[in-house]
Structure formats: C-alpha cells, structure tokens
C-alpha cells in the first residue's frame, strides 16, 4: 500500500488531507513538527512526501535539504505545501530540492493528481519493469500480461491479485493479507471475493498453460510450479 507522509502543522490543514488521502486508499502518516518528521521519514520510508514550508523547529525547506542528503531516503518525492506563491519562493523550494510546490490554498482534487503524478515519477517505487514467473511475463509499465505470445486480458482486479503473487513466487499469501493489499483497507469484502477472482485469474492464464496457482488449504494462494498441487 502505497504510504502518504504529511508533515504539516496546521491542523485543519492536515485533517483535511488526511481525510482525503484515506478515502483515496492511501496510508497516512502525519507529523506536525520538524524535529519528528526527520525521524520518522527514516523509519517509515514513504512512498512521497507533501512537506509544508512553515514549520515549528526545522523548516520544510531545512526537511527537505535533510532529507535529500540521507541516502536510504534522498528518492522519496517531496511536494511542498506552502503559503508563499512568489517566484523566488518556489525557486527556492526546488533548488532545495522538492519535486513539486503547490501553493495554499490548494484544490483537493489538484494535489491528489500531483501526487499521482509525483509517484509516477519516483524511480525507487518502480524497481523493475517486469515481472517473470516460467511462461507467465507482466510488463508493469504498459500493465499487459502475457503467456508466452499470448496476450492474456486480465480485469484490474486480477491484474493487481497477480502481481502481488508475481511479485514474490512461492510466498503464501492469506486471504486476508490479499484483500488489505489488494483491495484496500477502507472495502468491506468477503474473504471468499478473494476465490471468486483467482478463479477468474486461473481461467484467463491457464487458457495458454498449466495452472501455476497454488491453493494453500486454510490459508490462501501462492503461484509457484509446486507439483503437488492442492487445488480443486
Ligand atoms: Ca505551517
């Protein structure tokens, strides 16, 4: 799941953006000072960063220049939240090395599409551009899904089941794990949802191959070429 970090001291503000982030169906951290924030960045390691400019102790711009000079954290897209809309403000901002600025007061919807854009951007959040499993290859950037030549057409639904089994082969993934991961917190789902759509996914992969996902009795559903398969 993808994290949200807001280190803003306005609490309305940061109320407001909370909110909206979690009905969005991202994870929300939020700090108020510049002190913590450092911190916890370190050990959360977010996925982007929306970084307010005033703040109590540190300022974002000191944050951000930190945070650019640690290397575990220095990818971590910054978006910076400020009441300043000059020029030289936002100059200054990106030379401190934030990837975006978005000047208060902002649109919800707005700030939602920049970070979208901004978590696109970030390199570290797409380490590979493919993954391989036998005769099965997902190619995550055009988000297609093949089996040998063939083009498997996959609902968004079994494309997000299959990459979170790709992502790991061999791994046992619980039902419950699956439906947080790949549905979200915030649906209520049945667990048994989980079998309907592996049976969807088993359907389109199995129409080129043997069938590579495993179920796991009383536990959940793993891909790998284990040959002593349980399914039904
Ligand atoms: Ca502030």
């Known amino acids: ?24 169906g991202y994870q929300v951290i939020w700090e108020t000072s510049g002190n913590k924030a450092m911190s916890s960045v370190e050990k959360h390691c977010p996925s982007v960063i ?10 974002g711009i000191e944050i951000c220049k930190m945070i650019r000079n640690k290397p575990d954290i220095k990818d971590i897209p ?28 902002f649109s919800v919807p707005e700030l939602m599409a920049r970070i979208k854009t901004n978590l696109r951007r970030a390199p570290e959040l797409l380490p590979e551009k493919e993954y391989v499993f036998e005769d099965i290859r997902m190619d995550l950037v055009e988000r297609k899904v093949f089996r040998g030549n063939n083009y498997i057409h996959l609902g968004p639904t079994e494309f997000r089941l299959l990459k979170m089994l790709m992502e790991t082969p061999g791994k046992v993934f619980s039902r419950e794990f699956l439906l947080k991961n790949v549905w979200g917190n915030n649906i209520f789902v049945e667990s048994r949802t989980v079998d309907v759509h592996i049976r969807r996914l088993r359907k389109s992969l199995n129409e080129y191959g043997p069938d590579y996902i495993r179920t796991v009795r009383a536990t959940g559903y793993a891909i790998d070429n284990n040959i002593q398969q349980e399914n039904e």
């Open 50 to 59: 929306l970084l307010d400019w005033m703040l109590p102790e540190l300022s």
């Open 1 to 24: 799941m993808t994290t949200v970090m807001i280190i803003e001291d306005e609490e309305a503000l940061g109320l407001l953006l909370k909110y909206n982030l979690e009905k969005e």
């Open 78 to 105: 910054i978006i910076m939240l400020t009441a300043k809309g000059e020029e030289e403000d936002k100059i200054k901002g990106l030379t401190a090395g934030a990837d975006d600025y978005v000047t208060k007061p």
